[in-house]
Structures are given as structure tokens and as C-alpha cells.
Nanobody
Framework: QVQLVESGGGLVQAGGSLRLSCAAS?????MGWFRQAAGKEREFVAA???????YYAVSVKGRFTISRDDAKNTVYLQMNSLKPEDTAIYYC?????????????????WGQGTQVTVSS
């Protein structure tokens, strides 16, 4: 069992930046970030696999960067040029083996989420 704890959310003005962190209680392999806005379905944001290949949703590509520090069992999501439509609860997730980067059902563990609010 791996526990995931997100941090770094908050309130920021449009155009600003935030860095989210996801600390895992143990070794992780494939990691992803998802988000869910009020009244909407959960959606994929970014993922990084055990070989450090990265994947992004079209809506965030060029603005968000996912990275990992395996020595700290931590994954980061650097979010720049934030827009009001980025407002959501952001969740990190971990997949032990084969996974589909954008399919949340293929991830094994989830964090509790951290709120990101972007004001216009």
C-alpha cells in the first residue's frame, strides 16, 4: 500500500504560478496528476513513467511541467501561466505496472487532493 499526500495548492491570480508536490510513502513507478473541477468529470493533466517519459493533456502542454525526485519519492507539477479554467482539485495517482496515462482506472493509489483556485 502506497500513501500519497499532495501539497502546494492555493489561490493565485491568472498568469501566476504554483508548484504542487506529491509525497509517496514508498517507491513509486508511474505517476500521474489529474484534476476535477466543480460539476465536471475528473480529467488527466500529466504523467511521468518510471523511465521519466512525460505526457501532458493538450490543455496544459507548454504551461505545466511534471517531474520526479525518486530519492525523495516525490513528484512535482510546476504550473505556469495559470488560467481561471485551471481551477480544480488536483490529485496525484500512482500506477505499479502497466498503465494508460490518461485513464484513471489504471492507477492503483490516489491522494486526497489539493485545491487550486485561479482568480481572473
Amino acid at each position: 500500500q502506497v500513501q500519497l499526500v499532495e501539497s502546494g495548492g492555493g489561490l493565485v491570480q491568472a498568469g501566476g504560478s504554483l508548484r504542487l508536490s506529491c509525497a509517496a510513502s514508498g517507491r513509486t513507478f508511474n505517476m500521474g496528476w489529474f484534476r476535477q473541477a466543480a460539476g465536471k468529470e475528473r480529467e488527466f493533466v500529466a504523467a511521468i513513467d518510471w523511465e521519466r517519459s512525460t505526457y501532458y493533456a493538450v490543455s496544459v502542454k507548454g504551461r505545466f511541467t511534471i517531474s520526479r525526485d525518486d530519492a525523495k519519492n516525490t513528484v512535482y507539477l510546476q504550473m505556469n501561466s495559470l488560467k481561471p479554467e485551471d481551477t480544480a482539485i488536483y490529485y496525484c495517482a500512482s500506477a505499479r505496472s502497466r498503465f494508460s496515462v490518461g485513464d484513471g482506472s489504471t492507477y492503483d493509489y490516489w491522494g486526497q487532493g489539493t485545491q487550486v483556485t485561479v482568480s481572473s
